[in-house]
C-alpha cells in the first residue's frame, strides 16, 4: 500500500530565509505526487504536481519541488519565505487507477519568525 | 479561477440523524471525490466517484455513507446515522481528468453532539 511520510511536524524559519520540507513516499510504480497548502480555517490549496518528465517542478507562490526517485523523496523549497507562507503542507500521493484517492501525509506545520 | 464550493461551512447534528453534505465541483470535471480530516489528523480518503458510479472507496467508507450526483452540478455525501467518531472537517474534491491534480473546496466542519 502507498504512504507518505513527512518527517517534520513543524518547521520554524525566518522571514526572507529559504525553506525546504520534506516528503518521503512508498508506492510501487511511477508516483503521481502533489503538495498541498492550507491556511486556517481554508480548504486545500494545490502547490504543484509531479507527473512525469523533467523532475524539478515549478508551483504556485514561489514553490518548487524535487522527484528524487533513488531517494523517493519529493521535498517542496521556496529561496525566500515570507509571513503569507505560515501554513500547514501536506505531500501526497495518487495511486495507479483512474480515479484513486490520493493518500496524504501527517503535514507540516510551518511558522514564520519575524 | 473555477472553484469547488461546499456548503454548509458547518453542520452541527444530533449523533444517529441523517446528514447531507453538498458540493459543487468545477463544472467541467468528470472525477468527484470526498475526504475527511479529524482534527489533527491526516487528510483521509473516503471515496471516488466517475460516470455516475463509485470507483473506488476506503475502508472508512462503510454502509452508513453514500454518494450522489442528483443533478449536472451537485455532488453529495449522506451519511445515514452519525456517530461521535464521525465529526471531522469534510472536503470535497474534483479533478478534471483521472490522475490530474485534484481542486479542493474549503469543507465542511461536521459536529456531531
Known amino acids: 500500500a502507498q504512504s507518505v511520510t513527512q518527517p517534520d511536524i513543524h518547521i520554524t524559519v525566518s522571514e526572507g530565509a529559504s525553506l525546504e520540507l520534506r516528503c518521503n513516499y512508498s508506492?510501487?510504480?511511477?508516483?503521481?505526487l502533489f503538495w498541498y497548502v492550507q491556511s486556517p480555517g481554508q480548504g486545500l490549496q494545490l502547490l504543484l504536481k509531479y507527473f512525469s518528465g523533467d523532475t524539478l517542478v515549478q508551483g504556485i507562490k514561489g514553490f518548487e519541488a524535487e522527484f528524487k526517485r533513488s531517494q523517493s523523496s519529493f521535498n517542496l523549497r521556496k529561496p525566500s519565505v515570507h509571513w503569507s507562507d505560515a501554513a500547514e503542507y501536506f505531500c501526497?500521493?495518487?495511486?495507479?487507477?483512474?480515479?484513486?484517492?490520493?493518500?496524504f501525509g501527517k503535514g507540516t506545520h510551518l511558522i514564520i519568525q519575524p | 479561477e473555477p472553484e469547488v464550493t461546499q456548503t454548509p461551512s458547518h453542520q452541527v447534528t444530533q449523533m444517529g440523524q441523517e446528514v447531507i453534505l453538498r458540493c459543487v465541483p468545477i463544472?467541467?470535471?468528470?472525477?468527484f471525490y470526498w475526504y475527511r480530516q479529524i482534527l489533527g489528523q491526516k487528510v483521509e480518503f473516503l471515496v471516488s466517484f466517475y460516470n455516475n458510479e463509485i470507483s473506488e472507496k476506503s475502508e472508512i467508507f462503510d454502509d452508513q455513507f453514500s454518494v450522489e450526483r442528483p443533478d449536472g452540478s451537485n455532488f453529495t455525501l449522506k451519511i445515514r446515522s452519525t456517530k461521535l467518531e464521525d465529526s471531522a472537517m469534510y472536503f470535497c474534491?474534483?479533478?478534471?481528468?483521472?490522475?490530474?491534480?485534484?481542486?479542493f473546496g474549503d469543507g465542511t466542519r461536521l459536529s456531531i453532539l
Open positions: 501526497a500521493v495518487g495511486g495507479e487507477g483512474g480515479a484513486d484517492g490520493l493518500t
Open positions: 463544472s467541467n470535471h468528470l472525477y
Open positions: 508506492y510501487g510504480a511511477t508516483p503521481y
Open positions: 474534491a474534483s479533478s478534471g481528468t483521472g490522475r490530474g491534480a485534484q481542486h
